[in-house]
């Protein structure tokens, strides 16, 4: 596994039109240097592509990750739906900068084209998109055991089906220490098992733990995000199980992804905090 540390975080970035993205969201990046950023993918009208191009040409240099749903991208069937993905990964492939895309299915219902299969027909295309990095996504969070084994499953086959595509594994957030540790072992090992220990990165999601936030996740919670009675009781606690949670990333080298939106300078200057206290 790749070394790295909080040095090296990740912003998710939250907007919601081009304009918001041009006239507030890259100037707060440029005035902070930041370059190392995701763009998430929540409905069917996202101009990701282009979203990508507006970043990569304000920020010189930047790394760009972009969050691909199938759901919110399926095109009729199976053939068309991959047909689309693989031309937004050609496309992003010949962009100037570092761009990256991370595969997720989406949730509710569930489509003929999802990540496993669409990394398996992708594994079986010479020179797919010309090497573009792909990432998938692993919850080592899940309280059924049943619905645990299932993903643990689901991650093996995605290393063992996609040949060398998938660069990196993206963990979801969440609060039971004990678990992303079992989980984090467990990644080691299927890389292993699947020859990608030499290539895999590994990159976790925290949040900037606010009292909205702790509201939101406690009556609306995102699916998937499982977070304890402890965390979710107020900010100080939910700080100190980040803290543990970026510890646990530093010992396993994993980049943390900061899942907030980072907007002001105060709120910058928490998350660096917060960071830093997590080394």
């Keep these: 596994m790749g070394s790295s540390g909080a040095s090296q975080w990740r912003l998710e970035l939250f907007y919601k039109t081009r304009k918001e993205l041009q006239e507030k969201v890259i100037p707060f990046l440029q005035e902070n240097g930041i370059k190392r950023v995701n ?28 969050h691909y749903s199938l759901k919110w991208n399926y095109h009729t069937n199976v053939e068309r739906s991959f047909g689309a993905f693989q031309e937004f990964c050609a496309d992003m492939a010949a962009l100037d900068g570092k761009a990256s895309v991370m595969l997720v299915s989406g949730g509710g219902k569930k489509r003929k084209l999802d990540t496993v299969r669409a990394l398996e027909m992708a594994g079986a295309v010479e020179s797919f998109a010309d090497g573009l ?3 998938a996504c692993f919850n080592p969070y899940f309280p059924d055991k049943g619905d645990l084994a299932a993903e643990k499953q689901r991650l093996e086959q995605k290393l063992r089906h996609s040949g060398s595509l998938v660069k990196g594994i993206y963990l979801q957030t969440g609060s039971d220490l004990q678990q992303l540790e079992s989980g984090l ?4 090992k299927a890389a292993e098992k699947h020859g990608s220990c030499h290539r895999i990165q590994l990159l976790g999601s925290i949040f900037l733990p606010t009292k909205r936030l702790l509201a939101q996740m406690r009556y609306r919670p995102w699916n998937g995000v499982f977070l304890s009675e402890e965390y979710l009781s107020g900010v100080e606690a939910a700080e100190g199980i980040t803290t543990s949670v970026l510890k646990i990333y530093g010992r396993y080298g994993v980049v943390p992804l900061v899942e907030s939106n980072i907007s002001s300078a105060v709120e910058l200057r928490r998350c660096h905090e917060l960071l830093q206290n997590g080394k």
């Design 133 to 135: 990095p792909l990432y």
């Design 39 to 66: 763009l998430t993918n929540k409905t069917k009208e996202d101009d990701l592509l282009g979203s990508c191009r507006a970043l990569c040409r304000a920020l010189p240099g930047a790394d760009v990750c972009v």
């Design 185 to 188: 072992d467990f990644l080691q």
